[in-house]
């Protein structure tokens, strides 16, 4: 095509190639430079990878006795110097129906509690009425839980009230 | 014969004579003030992730770093794993077209 262009050894092939490389260079070094990145980021997802750290997180947690209070502390001091006990001890008033429960034993008692409202759900304050709940939810008109000290207590089915699903909290006192 | 009239003057400690630039390096210039060398960066970036050999070399640094360990790799180690395969492994297609690009431009600023 151009009378210049003899082949690869004259001096603009050779710069062209020269350059050519370069530009080839400059884009490896990016990749390298970017995968340097993911991987001291650990970004990668790479199972083995990740499987190997599993393990080892779970030796240095099994071989560490003085493990963070957050997890598996039995008996281990915090960072505060206190020591919890491994079931919570503290009592609390449940929200949705005002029993006492003990901390420990609170969520499974919130599953009960408030999960007799999940065949029945959807409810909020405004729309639950106590009209036409073919089911029995809490937010009927039987209200099975009002046995309450609150104040705000008033005979069920006072519109405001019915939303026992999202508790009385700000109704209630506790 | 009269040299001292015309002695060109004393080069000072900091301004060194310039040598010539050479020719290479003219090109280089203009190939950078004009824009060319970003736009053909830009296509050569685009080919190799088109043809799939960016991502052959970020697996290869991928299997690098598993195995060093993914806290002992420096980017020089992975430059240095990668650039002879990745040298070779550059498709004919993409660099007769880079290739083609560039004397295209060589014949076009006049060299």
């Not at chain 1, 639950?128 to 009927?140: C, D, I, Y």
């Not at chain 2, 970020?58 to 806290?71: F, M, P, S, V």
């Amino acid at each position: 095509m151009s009378a210049s262009n003899d082949g690869n050894s004259s001096p603009r092939s050779q710069f062209a190639s020269h350059c050519f490389e370069d530009l080839l260079d400059s884009i490896i070094v990016d990749v390298a430079s970017e995968c340097h990145r993911i991987a001291r980021l650990g970004l990668d997802r790479n199972l083995e990878e990740e499987e190997e750290e599993l393990r080892l997180s779970v030796q240095a947690r099994v071989a560490d006795p003085s493990s963070s209070s957050e997890v598996n502390s039995k008996n281990v001091v915090d960072v505060f110097g206190q020591t919890h006990p491994a079931i919570a001890a503290e009592i609390l008033k449940c929200m949705n129906c005002r029993q006492r429960v003990v901390a420990g034993r609170f969520a499974p008692h919130l599953e009960k509690c408030m999960g007799k409202g999940r065949k029945a759900r959807k409810v909020t304050r405004s729309t639950v009425a106590r009209s036409s709940h073919p089911h029995g939810s809490p937010v009927s008109v039987y209200a099975p839980y009002s046995n309450a000290t609150s104040t705000n207590t008033a005979p069920n089915g006072t519109s405001g009230h019915a939303g026992e699903e999202y508790a009385d909290y700000p109704y209630g006192e506790t | 014969m009269r040299s001292s009239i015309n002695r060109p003057p004393t080069p000072d400690v900091d301004e060194e004579p310039e040598k010539e630039p050479t020719l290479q390096e003219i090109i280089n210039i203009k190939l950078i003030e004009s824009g060319e060398k970003e736009k053909l960066m830009e296509l050569l970036r685009e080919r190799l992730i088109e043809c799939g050999w960016r991502d052959e070399m970020k697996a290869i640094c991928r299997a690098y770093a598993r195995k060093k360990g993914r806290n002992n790799v420096t980017v020089d180690d992975l430059v240095h794993v990668v650039t002879p395969k990745g040298r070779a492994s550059v498709p004919d297609s993409v660099k007769a077209e880079l290739l083609q690009r560039i004397r295209s431009f060589l014949t076009s600023a006049a060299i």
